[in-house]
Protein backbone atom coordinates (compact mmCIF):
# COMPACT_ATOMS: atom_id res chain seq x y z
CA UNK A 1 0.00 0.00 0.00
CA UNK A 2 2.67 2.51 0.79
CA UNK A 3 4.68 1.62 -2.39
CA UNK A 4 1.43 2.37 -4.15
CA UNK A 5 1.08 5.43 -2.71
CA UNK A 6 4.65 6.88 -3.12
CA UNK A 7 4.22 6.41 -7.02
CA UNK A 8 0.50 7.59 -7.03
CA UNK A 9 2.04 11.23 -5.20
CA UNK A 10 5.08 10.96 -7.65
CA UNK A 11 2.75 10.84 -10.40
CA UNK A 12 0.66 14.26 -9.12
CA UNK A 13 3.85 15.79 -8.90
CA UNK A 14 4.31 14.98 -12.69
CA UNK A 15 0.83 16.56 -13.83
CA UNK A 16 1.68 19.37 -11.27
CA UNK A 17 5.01 20.45 -12.84
CA UNK A 18 3.11 19.61 -16.41
CA UNK A 19 0.89 21.97 -15.31
CA UNK A 20 3.51 24.22 -14.43
CA UNK A 21 5.28 24.57 -18.14
CA UNK A 22 2.18 24.19 -20.08
CA UNK A 23 1.08 27.50 -17.99
CA UNK A 24 3.97 29.37 -19.00
CA UNK A 25 4.60 27.83 -22.39
CA UNK A 26 1.66 28.57 -23.79
CA UNK A 27 2.44 32.67 -23.91
CA UNK A 28 5.75 31.65 -25.93
CA UNK A 29 2.93 30.21 -28.90
CA UNK A 30 0.16 32.77 -27.97
CA UNK A 31 2.46 35.94 -27.87
CA UNK A 32 2.57 35.36 -31.88
CA UNK A 33 -1.34 36.17 -31.93
CA UNK A 34 -1.42 38.31 -28.86
CA UNK A 35 1.25 40.47 -30.69
CA UNK A 36 -0.66 41.09 -34.05
CA UNK A 37 -3.73 42.24 -31.46
CA UNK A 38 -2.22 44.62 -29.37
CA UNK A 39 0.86 45.57 -31.17
CA UNK A 40 3.68 44.30 -28.46
CA UNK A 41 6.82 44.85 -29.72
CA UNK A 42 10.05 42.14 -28.92
CA UNK A 43 11.73 44.48 -26.23
CA UNK A 44 8.08 44.09 -24.69
CA UNK A 45 8.04 40.74 -25.09
CA UNK A 46 11.72 40.49 -23.38
CA UNK A 47 9.51 42.77 -20.31
CA UNK A 48 6.65 40.36 -20.19
CA UNK A 49 8.95 37.39 -19.31
CA UNK A 50 11.33 39.62 -17.10
CA UNK A 51 8.15 40.00 -15.11
CA UNK A 52 7.28 36.53 -14.74
CA UNK A 53 11.14 35.94 -13.73
CA UNK A 54 11.14 38.62 -11.30
CA UNK A 55 8.20 36.90 -9.33
CA UNK A 56 9.16 33.97 -9.75
CA UNK A 57 12.94 34.21 -8.76
CA UNK A 58 11.16 35.93 -5.56
CA UNK A 59 8.83 32.85 -4.77
CA UNK A 60 11.62 30.25 -6.08
CA UNK A 61 13.45 31.13 -2.57
CA UNK A 62 10.37 31.81 -0.24
CA UNK A 63 8.01 29.20 -1.44
CA UNK A 64 11.28 26.55 -0.75
CA UNK A 65 11.98 27.74 2.55
CA UNK A 66 8.15 27.96 3.44
CA UNK A 67 7.93 24.10 1.96
CA UNK A 68 10.75 23.09 4.45
CA UNK A 69 8.72 24.70 7.31
CA UNK A 70 4.68 23.68 6.22
CA UNK A 71 5.42 20.43 3.98
CA UNK A 72 5.40 19.99 0.22
CA UNK A 73 1.62 18.72 0.33
CA UNK A 74 0.35 22.27 2.12
CA UNK A 75 3.08 24.33 0.07
CA UNK A 76 2.42 22.66 -3.13
CA UNK A 77 -1.90 22.87 -2.81
CA UNK A 78 -0.59 27.02 -2.46
CA UNK A 79 1.39 27.01 -5.06
CA UNK A 80 -0.73 25.14 -7.69
CA UNK A 81 -3.74 27.33 -7.09
CA UNK A 82 -2.22 30.45 -7.04
CA UNK A 83 -0.52 30.14 -10.17
CA UNK A 84 -3.64 28.29 -11.82
CA UNK A 85 -5.94 31.45 -10.82
CA UNK A 86 -3.28 33.57 -12.65
CA UNK A 87 -3.07 31.88 -15.37
CA UNK A 88 -7.27 31.75 -16.29
CA UNK A 89 -6.68 35.72 -15.34
CA UNK A 90 -4.59 35.88 -18.57
CA UNK A 91 -7.54 34.99 -20.63
CA UNK A 92 -9.33 38.11 -20.04
CA UNK A 93 -6.29 40.87 -20.82
CA UNK A 94 -6.95 43.45 -22.97
CA UNK A 95 -3.39 45.34 -22.21
CA UNK A 96 0.34 45.39 -21.79
CA UNK A 97 0.19 46.16 -18.68
CA UNK A 98 -2.43 43.39 -17.60
CA UNK A 99 0.12 41.03 -19.28
CA UNK A 100 2.87 42.07 -17.09
CA UNK A 101 0.50 41.76 -14.08
CA UNK A 102 -0.81 37.97 -14.55
CA UNK A 103 2.52 37.21 -15.29
CA UNK A 104 4.01 38.43 -12.63
CA UNK A 105 1.13 36.29 -10.38
CA UNK A 106 1.97 33.48 -12.11
CA UNK A 107 5.67 33.77 -11.35
CA UNK A 108 4.66 33.72 -7.70
CA UNK A 109 2.14 30.57 -8.17
CA UNK A 110 5.41 28.52 -9.77
CA UNK A 111 8.04 29.58 -7.92
CA UNK A 112 6.96 26.87 -4.83
CA UNK A 113 6.41 24.24 -7.47
CA UNK A 114 10.24 22.64 -7.90
CA UNK A 115 11.29 23.07 -4.43
CA UNK A 116 7.51 21.21 -3.60
CA UNK A 117 8.59 18.53 -5.89
CA UNK A 118 12.30 17.93 -4.69
CA UNK A 119 11.60 17.97 -0.86
CA UNK A 120 8.28 15.53 -1.46
CA UNK A 121 10.10 13.45 -3.39
CA UNK A 122 13.22 13.43 -0.84
CA UNK A 123 10.69 12.63 1.73
CA UNK A 124 9.12 9.55 0.17
CA UNK A 125 12.31 7.48 -1.35
CA UNK A 126 15.73 6.81 -0.49
CA UNK A 127 18.74 7.30 -2.54
CA UNK A 128 18.54 4.29 -5.26
CA UNK A 129 15.15 5.30 -6.48
CA UNK A 130 15.34 8.99 -5.67
CA UNK A 131 16.72 10.17 -9.02
CA UNK A 132 13.99 7.99 -11.00
CA UNK A 133 11.12 10.01 -8.90
CA UNK A 134 12.88 13.00 -9.53
CA UNK A 135 12.81 12.27 -13.31
CA UNK A 136 9.43 11.36 -13.54
CA UNK A 137 8.36 14.61 -11.41
CA UNK A 138 10.25 16.58 -13.20
CA UNK A 139 9.73 14.96 -16.60
CA UNK A 140 6.20 16.19 -16.42
CA UNK A 141 7.56 19.41 -16.88
CA UNK A 142 8.80 18.68 -20.48
CA UNK A 143 5.67 16.87 -21.27
CA UNK A 144 3.81 19.99 -20.73
CA UNK A 145 5.69 22.17 -22.88
CA UNK A 146 5.14 19.23 -25.53
CA UNK A 147 1.49 19.66 -24.87
CA UNK A 148 1.54 23.25 -24.78
CA UNK A 149 2.42 24.52 -28.91
CA UNK A 150 -0.03 21.60 -30.66
CA UNK A 151 -2.53 23.03 -27.95
CA UNK A 152 -2.62 26.49 -28.31
CA UNK A 153 -2.39 26.47 -31.73
CA UNK A 154 -5.24 24.06 -32.01
CA UNK A 155 -7.31 26.12 -29.12
CA UNK A 156 -6.59 28.96 -31.05
CA UNK A 157 -7.31 27.97 -34.49
CA UNK A 158 -10.85 26.96 -32.95
CA UNK A 159 -11.54 28.71 -30.05
CA UNK A 160 -8.86 31.90 -30.39
CA UNK A 161 -5.58 32.01 -28.29
CA UNK A 162 -7.83 32.92 -24.81
CA UNK A 163 -8.70 29.81 -24.31
CA UNK A 164 -5.06 28.17 -24.06
CA UNK A 165 -5.05 29.79 -20.91
CA UNK A 166 -8.14 29.29 -19.30
CA UNK A 167 -8.88 25.56 -19.54
CA UNK A 168 -4.96 24.65 -18.28
CA UNK A 169 -6.08 26.85 -15.39
CA UNK A 170 -9.05 25.15 -14.42
CA UNK A 171 -7.39 21.89 -14.68
CA UNK A 172 -4.73 23.28 -11.86
CA UNK A 173 -7.67 24.03 -9.74
CA UNK A 174 -8.74 20.04 -10.20
CA UNK A 175 -5.29 19.32 -9.09
CA UNK A 176 -5.64 21.21 -5.97
CA UNK A 177 -8.39 19.15 -4.79
CA UNK A 178 -7.57 16.01 -5.77
CA UNK A 179 -3.87 16.34 -4.00
CA UNK A 180 -5.69 17.56 -0.81
CA UNK A 181 -7.50 14.47 -0.95
CA UNK A 182 -4.86 11.99 -1.64
CA UNK A 183 -3.95 10.64 1.69
CA UNK A 184 -0.36 11.75 3.55
CA UNK A 185 0.55 10.09 6.74
CA UNK A 186 3.64 10.73 8.49
CA UNK A 187 4.60 7.51 9.31
CA UNK A 188 5.11 6.44 5.64
CA UNK A 189 7.27 8.72 5.02
CA UNK A 190 11.35 7.68 4.07
CA UNK A 191 13.67 7.97 7.54
CA UNK A 192 17.04 9.48 6.93
CA UNK A 193 19.42 11.15 8.89
CA UNK A 194 18.67 14.65 8.45
CA UNK A 195 21.06 17.45 7.63
CA UNK A 196 20.39 19.44 10.86
CA UNK A 197 22.68 17.57 13.57
CA UNK A 198 19.65 18.26 15.82
CA UNK A 199 16.68 15.92 14.76
CA UNK A 200 13.58 17.93 14.01
CA UNK A 201 14.84 21.20 13.88
CA UNK A 202 14.99 23.50 10.40
CA UNK A 203 18.22 24.96 9.30
CA UNK A 204 18.45 28.58 9.11
CA UNK A 205 19.04 30.60 5.43
CA UNK A 206 22.63 32.12 7.17
CA UNK A 207 23.62 28.05 8.19
CA UNK A 208 23.10 27.70 4.38
CA UNK A 209 25.12 30.84 2.87
CA UNK A 210 28.16 29.31 4.91
CA UNK A 211 28.53 26.38 3.39
CA UNK A 212 30.37 26.39 -0.30
CA UNK A 213 28.14 23.75 -1.76
CA UNK A 214 25.32 26.00 -1.67
CA UNK A 215 27.52 28.94 -3.89
CA UNK A 216 27.81 25.45 -5.78
CA UNK A 217 24.68 25.04 -6.55
CA UNK A 218 23.60 28.91 -6.82
CA UNK A 219 26.20 29.84 -8.99
CA UNK A 220 25.33 26.74 -11.79
CA UNK A 221 21.53 27.55 -11.86
CA UNK A 222 22.56 31.48 -12.63
CA UNK A 223 25.25 30.60 -15.62
CA UNK A 224 22.41 27.63 -17.10
CA UNK A 225 19.02 28.59 -16.54
CA UNK A 226 19.23 31.90 -18.92
CA UNK A 227 19.83 29.25 -21.60
CA UNK A 228 16.77 27.34 -20.60
CA UNK A 229 14.86 29.91 -20.54
CA UNK A 230 16.31 31.04 -24.08
CA UNK A 231 15.08 27.76 -25.86
CA UNK A 232 11.80 28.00 -23.70
CA UNK A 233 11.17 31.55 -24.74
CA UNK A 234 12.63 32.28 -28.04
CA UNK A 235 12.15 29.06 -29.95
CA UNK A 236 8.83 29.68 -31.35
CA UNK A 237 10.06 33.38 -32.75
CA UNK A 238 13.24 31.80 -34.17
CA UNK A 239 11.43 29.03 -35.82
CA UNK A 240 9.18 31.78 -37.50
CA UNK A 241 11.21 34.73 -37.99
CA UNK A 242 15.21 33.18 -38.94
CA UNK A 243 13.55 29.91 -40.30
CA UNK A 244 10.50 31.18 -41.90
CA UNK A 245 8.43 28.51 -40.55
CA UNK A 246 4.36 29.17 -40.53
CA UNK A 247 2.40 29.30 -37.10
CA UNK A 248 0.64 25.91 -38.00
CA UNK A 249 3.83 24.27 -38.59
CA UNK A 250 5.26 25.40 -35.36
CA UNK A 251 2.98 23.87 -33.65
CA UNK A 252 4.43 20.73 -35.57
CA UNK A 253 7.61 21.23 -34.46
CA UNK A 254 8.39 23.04 -31.43
CA UNK A 255 7.03 19.63 -29.07
CA UNK A 256 9.95 17.60 -30.11
CA UNK A 257 12.71 19.05 -27.97
CA UNK A 258 10.47 18.88 -25.45
CA UNK A 259 9.26 15.40 -25.49
CA UNK A 260 13.29 14.90 -25.64
CA UNK A 261 13.95 16.61 -22.18
CA UNK A 262 11.11 14.68 -20.72
CA UNK A 263 12.52 11.18 -21.75
CA UNK A 264 15.48 12.62 -20.52
CA UNK A 265 14.76 13.71 -17.14
CA UNK A 266 13.14 10.32 -16.59
CA UNK A 267 15.95 8.06 -18.30
CA UNK A 268 18.61 10.18 -16.48
CA UNK A 269 17.31 9.83 -13.33
CA UNK A 270 17.15 5.63 -13.98
CA UNK A 271 20.62 5.52 -15.69
CA UNK A 272 21.51 7.50 -12.02
CA UNK A 273 19.57 4.61 -10.10
CA UNK A 274 21.03 2.09 -12.07
CA UNK A 275 24.71 2.91 -11.62
CA UNK A 276 24.42 3.45 -7.71
CA UNK A 277 22.42 -0.30 -7.95
CA UNK A 278 26.26 -1.44 -9.69
CA UNK A 279 28.09 -0.44 -6.92
CA UNK A 280 28.53 3.21 -8.15
CA UNK A 281 28.92 5.71 -5.59
CA UNK A 282 26.72 8.62 -5.54
CA UNK A 283 28.83 11.15 -6.35
CA UNK A 284 30.61 8.81 -9.25
CA UNK A 285 27.06 8.23 -10.44
CA UNK A 286 25.44 11.72 -10.55
CA UNK A 287 28.80 13.55 -11.72
CA UNK A 288 28.65 10.28 -14.78
CA UNK A 289 25.17 11.76 -16.09
CA UNK A 290 26.04 15.39 -15.77
CA UNK A 291 29.51 14.82 -17.99
CA UNK A 292 27.58 12.94 -20.55
CA UNK A 293 25.11 15.92 -20.57
CA UNK A 294 27.93 18.53 -20.61
CA UNK A 295 29.30 16.66 -23.46
CA UNK A 296 26.26 16.75 -25.75
CA UNK A 297 25.04 20.34 -25.59
CA UNK A 298 28.54 20.93 -27.51
CA UNK A 299 26.80 20.54 -30.36
CA UNK A 300 24.39 23.29 -29.78
CA UNK A 301 26.04 26.41 -31.53
CA UNK A 302 25.99 23.97 -34.97
CA UNK A 303 21.67 25.08 -35.16
CA UNK A 304 22.68 28.50 -36.38
CA UNK A 305 24.61 27.47 -39.49
CA UNK A 306 22.75 23.68 -40.62
CA UNK A 307 20.80 24.82 -44.16
CA UNK A 308 17.69 22.60 -42.66
CA UNK A 309 15.03 23.24 -40.24
CA UNK A 310 14.59 19.56 -39.19
CA UNK A 311 18.11 19.43 -38.18
CA UNK A 312 18.20 22.57 -36.38
CA UNK A 313 15.24 21.34 -34.47
CA UNK A 314 17.28 17.92 -34.32
CA UNK A 315 20.14 19.57 -32.49
CA UNK A 316 17.67 21.38 -30.36
CA UNK A 317 16.29 18.39 -29.32
CA UNK A 318 19.73 16.91 -28.32
CA UNK A 319 20.18 20.17 -26.26
CA UNK A 320 17.24 19.39 -24.14
CA UNK A 321 18.05 15.54 -23.60
CA UNK A 322 21.86 17.05 -22.15
CA UNK A 323 19.39 19.49 -19.90
CA UNK A 324 17.02 16.50 -18.77
CA UNK A 325 20.22 14.18 -18.13
CA UNK A 326 21.18 17.42 -16.05
CA UNK A 327 18.75 18.87 -14.47
CA UNK A 328 17.59 15.81 -12.96
CA UNK A 329 20.63 14.69 -11.25
CA UNK A 330 21.56 18.25 -10.22
CA UNK A 331 18.38 18.28 -8.27
CA UNK A 332 19.09 14.64 -6.79
CA UNK A 333 22.38 15.68 -5.82
CA UNK A 334 21.22 19.04 -4.10
CA UNK A 335 18.36 16.12 -1.81
CA UNK A 336 21.65 13.85 -1.74
CA UNK A 337 23.71 16.60 0.35
CA UNK A 338 21.24 18.71 2.40
CA UNK A 339 18.92 16.60 3.24
CA UNK A 340 15.27 16.97 4.24
CA UNK A 341 15.94 20.10 5.85
CA UNK A 342 17.15 22.10 3.74
CA UNK A 343 16.49 20.74 0.26
CA UNK A 344 13.52 22.52 -0.79
CA UNK A 345 15.34 25.83 0.60
CA UNK A 346 18.30 25.01 -1.33
CA UNK A 347 16.35 24.17 -4.61
CA UNK A 348 14.67 27.48 -3.93
CA UNK A 349 18.01 29.95 -3.46
CA UNK A 350 19.75 28.12 -6.57
CA UNK A 351 16.22 28.35 -8.16
CA UNK A 352 16.22 31.94 -7.84
CA UNK A 353 19.56 32.27 -8.94
CA UNK A 354 18.34 31.10 -12.19
CA UNK A 355 15.48 33.70 -12.16
CA UNK A 356 17.43 36.66 -11.23
CA UNK A 357 20.13 35.70 -14.04
CA UNK A 358 17.27 35.39 -17.00
CA UNK A 359 15.71 38.30 -15.93
CA UNK A 360 18.06 40.37 -16.37
CA UNK A 361 19.49 38.46 -19.53
CA UNK A 362 16.03 38.32 -21.11
CA UNK A 363 15.79 41.66 -22.51
CA UNK A 364 18.82 41.67 -23.48
CA UNK A 365 18.29 38.45 -25.54
CA UNK A 366 15.87 40.44 -27.39
CA UNK A 367 18.48 43.45 -28.05
CA UNK A 368 20.82 41.07 -29.23
CA UNK A 369 18.15 38.92 -31.08
CA UNK A 370 16.83 42.69 -32.48
CA UNK A 371 19.82 44.10 -33.68
CA UNK A 372 22.23 41.06 -34.78
CA UNK A 373 21.33 37.32 -34.98
CA UNK A 374 20.32 34.34 -32.59
CA UNK A 375 23.31 33.04 -33.36
CA UNK A 376 26.08 34.83 -30.05
CA UNK A 377 23.04 33.03 -28.40
CA UNK A 378 23.66 29.66 -29.89
CA UNK A 379 26.58 29.53 -29.13
CA UNK A 380 26.64 30.59 -25.39
CA UNK A 381 24.15 27.59 -24.95
CA UNK A 382 26.85 25.20 -26.18
CA UNK A 383 29.48 25.94 -23.90
CA UNK A 384 27.68 26.70 -20.48
CA UNK A 385 27.33 23.15 -19.41
CA UNK A 386 30.75 22.22 -19.93
CA UNK A 387 31.90 25.28 -17.91
CA UNK A 388 29.20 24.45 -15.21
CA UNK A 389 30.37 20.49 -15.09
CA UNK A 390 34.02 21.43 -14.44
CA UNK A 391 32.78 23.87 -11.63
CA UNK A 392 30.91 21.33 -10.48
CA UNK A 393 33.67 18.48 -9.92
CA UNK A 394 36.60 20.88 -9.08
CA UNK A 395 34.34 22.83 -6.41
CA UNK A 396 32.55 19.81 -4.78
CA UNK A 397 34.95 16.77 -5.03
CA UNK A 398 32.44 14.68 -3.60
CA UNK A 399 28.45 14.49 -3.54
CA UNK A 400 27.49 12.78 0.31
CA UNK A 401 25.28 14.00 3.22
CA UNK A 402 26.21 17.54 4.87
CA UNK A 403 26.09 17.99 8.78
CA UNK A 404 25.73 21.47 9.98
CA UNK A 405 24.30 23.44 13.10
CA UNK A 406 20.45 23.73 13.46
CA UNK A 407 18.79 27.05 13.64
CA UNK A 408 18.43 27.53 16.84
CA UNK A 409 22.01 26.68 17.81
CA UNK A 410 24.27 29.80 18.26
CA UNK A 411 25.67 31.41 15.20
CA UNK A 412 28.51 32.21 17.14
CA UNK A 413 29.38 28.39 17.44
CA UNK A 414 31.53 26.87 15.14
CA UNK A 415 29.73 25.32 11.81
CA UNK A 416 30.06 21.68 11.65
CA UNK A 417 30.24 20.71 8.34
CA UNK A 418 30.98 17.31 7.86
CA UNK A 419 29.99 14.23 5.59
CA UNK A 420 28.37 10.67 6.73
Known amino acids: MERNLRWLIVSLLFVATGLSFLDRQVLSIAIIKIQQEFHITDVQYGLINTSFLISYAIMFTLGGWLIDRVGGKTGLAISVGVWSVANSLHAVMTTFSQLL ?11 GCFPGAAWTVYRWFDKEERALAN ?14 PPLTIWLSTNYGWRGGFLIPGLIGIVWVIVWLLTPWKKENLIAEQPLSSSAGKTVSFLALLRLRPTWVFILIRFLLDPVFYFMMFWIPKYLSSARNVSFEAIGKL ?31 ARKTVMGIAAVLTLATPAISWVSSVEVAVGLMSVFMFAHGFWI ?32 LLNPLMGLVIQRYSYTPLWIASGLLYPLAFLLLIVLIPKIKMLVIGAENESLDSPLSVQTQ
Open 101 to 111: AFRFLLGMGEG
Open 328 to 359: TNYITSISDMFGRKATSTVVGLSGTAGAVSSL
Open 254 to 284: FWIPFLALGIANILGGWFSGQLIAHQYSVNR
Open 135 to 148: GIAIGGSAIGAVIA
